[in-house]
């Protein structure tokens, strides 16, 4: 099996990497060529397996580098996340849109009758949903984003839809929430708060929250979302439904539940550290509702089962 990642350097993206290589297969195909696709490297792999290309995914050298030999899997990563999206529109429209663009019809052009399209998992957003929030997000609730980052997103959406439906590849879009823990110091997203909460409890530092302690919120783990980007990979395309944009399951916790989970699992200490100081906008856009999955669900999805299991795996790798 020949495997493409997109973003391959970014956070989700190494920890992907990682477990593929760890594994060796996809589903209970074996892995042969690893093709990794990010603007830069933190460092050079060391395996036979991996092929690294260091270059944007809309410029066309590298594209046509990445896809020299047909795939049978891509895990298209690679965006403009959403603080860095708003703050730099022609860059996120450039990486969000146009590079999500490019890559599909560089795909497309490759299609021929008779063989299987690739499977194409493209990482989408709760973003889609803008704000404010409906008082329940289920399957049926519609995209009405408020952000230039959720809009590229609903587009690439609809692009995987489209392509899908002409069979030029086999496309599944997922929406992903909040994923911990990023390492300590990222800024680029929005929620980087939660990441810095991890962070400080597991050290000890103290921490103001930009949301109120009973404000709640869609969380998984990285572990958990890797082990659903892989799930996607290996789904049987004849038990897919015909729609393929689902939003993944995640864990609903408050703030202060997540407080004193970190507590729990770090120190009782933890809890005199956090204090709140509400930001009306970042609640608007984090103070999430119940959500409903039943569509991931049913396809065999999951979240991390309980708060302290999140806590758990989302530190385990930072």
């Known amino acids: 099996m020949r495997v493409l990642v997109t973003g391959a350097n970014g956070f989700v993206g190494r920890h992907l990497v990682s477990r593929l290589l760890d594994q060796g297969t996809v589903g209970d195909a074996r892995i042969e060529t690893l093709t990794l696709v990010d603007v830069r490297f933190d460092a050079q792999a060391n395996d036979a397996r991996v092929r690294q290309l260091a270059g944007s995914i809309t410029a066309a050298p590298v594209l046509v580098d ?44 490759q299609h021929s009758p008779g063989r299987s399209p690739p499977r ?77 909460l991890f962070h400080a409890a597991r050290a000890g530092e103290t921490i103001t929250l930009p949301l109120g302690p009973d404000v709640a919120s869609w969380l998984m783990s990285v572990p958990c979302c890797i082990d ?35 507590a729990a699992v770090y120190g009782e200490d933890r809890r005199a550290l956090v204090q709140y100081a509400p930001d009306p906008a970042l609640e608007a856009i984090f103070g999430q509702p119940p959500l409903e999955t039943a569509m991931a669900d049913r396809l065999g999805f999951h979240h991390d089962g309980n708060a302290r299991a999140l806590v758990e795996r989302a530190m385990s790798l930072v």
């Open 120 to 196: 194409v998992i493209f990482s989408s957003s709760v973003a889609i949903f803008g704000n404010p929030l409906p008082p329940r997000v289920d399957d049926n609730t519609p995209a009405a984003p408020t952000l230039s980052y959720g809009s590229q997103k609903v587009i690439g959406e609809t692009l995987i839809q489209n392509y899908t439906q002409h069979g030029w590849i086999d496309g599944l879009a997922l929406r992903l929430s909040g994923i911990m823990a990023r390492p300590a110091g990222s800024s680029a997203n929005l929620s980087a708060f939660f990441n810095d």
């Open 66 to 109: 990445a896809l020299d030999d047909r795939v049978d899997v891509v895990f298209h990563l690679a965006c403009v996340p959403g603080r860095a999206a708003e703050e730099n529109h022609e860059l996120g429209l450039q990486v969000n849109l146009h590079g999500t663009l490019a890559l599909l019809e560089a795909l497309r052009r």
């Open 228 to 262: 659903n980007l892989l799930h996607a990979a290996s789904l049987d395309p004849e038990q897919l439904p015909r729609r393929r944009a689902w939003t993944l399951p995640a864990l609903r916790l408050r703030m202060q539940e997540l407080v004193q989970t970190l």
